[in-house]
């Protein structure tokens, strides 16, 4: 089974305008973290936010929020104000307790119009 | 500047060739990490390595070697025993194991021809 899952392969939005991407998980570990990485066409990966399960507020990174809602084992990213800048690949991971290594998902493409 | 640097770009193999991917990185990080990225798809741990001489197999290590000589460098080979090469090839490192941000290469396109 998949530990994590991105259910939008693609999604558009306008320049200025705000855009959720969708990420649900799969654990039974109640000690988590939850990761979101982007990916531009130059190709490395960049991380933009973490979320632990024992953290009490949603992480907040600049324009970058992430939308966690545990009983849902849902981690989305809202990215505020889209800009141009921000079409890419973006990835959520999910790190069990006893490991140091995330899962990856599959990933959501983002193309921002102007 | 500091960062992660891999070479080459794109990189042609082969097949039953082996060849050598390398990873640099001046970040002075104790951890490395080698993923593989295929299309639709999310990134797979390939090896990693917490310390210098020190390694350990991810999720998909058959094929493939690397080793940890030095702190700055983790080069991986893909070797003629792997069965499907061709495949977006990323390094990465962080401060330690397991810490929270981890910093990437722009990685290294391998087609098998």
């Known amino acids: 089974a998949q530990k994590i899952t991105q259910t939008q392969p693609g999604m558009f939005v306008q320049e200025k305008e705000a855009v959720t991407l969708d990420c649900t998980y799969d654990t039974s570990d109640p000690s988590y973290g939850l990761f979101w990485y982007k990916q531009p066409s130059s190709g490395e990966m960049i991380f933009l936010i973490y979320?632990?399960?024992?953290?009490?507020q949603n992480a907040t990174e600049g324009r970058y929020s992430l939308n966690f809602q545990k009983a849902r084992k849902s981690a989305n990213l809202v990215i505020s104000a889209s800009q141009l800048g921000d079409s890419a690949m973006y990835f959520c991971?999910?790190?069990?307790?006893?490991?140091?290594?995330?899962?990856f998902g599959r990933g959501t493409s983002l193309i921002v119009h102007p | 500047d500091g960062g992660i640097t891999q070479s080459p770009k794109y990189l042609f193999r082969k097949e039953g060739q082996n060849v050598t991917l390398s990873c640099e990185q001046n970040l002075n990080h104790d951890a490395m990490y080698w993923y593989r990225q295929d299309p639709g798809q999310g990134l797979r741990l390939i090896y990693y390595?917490?310390?210098?001489?020190?390694?350990q197999k991810g999720d998909i290590a058959e094929g493939y070697s690397v080793s940890r000589e030095k702190k700055e460098s983790f080069p991986l080979t893909v070797t003629s025993a792997q069965k499907n090469p061709t495949a977006f090839y990323l390094c990465?490192?962080?401060?330690?194991?397991?810490?929270?941000?981890?910093?990437f290469g722009q990685g290294t396109r391998l087609t098998v021809v």
């Open positions: 390595s917490q310390i210098v001489n020190d390694f």
């Open positions: 991971a999910m790190r069990e307790g006893g490991s140091y290594i995330p899962t």
């Open positions: 979320q632990g399960s024992y953290d009490q």
């Open positions: 990465a490192s962080s401060i330690v194991a397991g810490a929270t941000e981890a910093f």
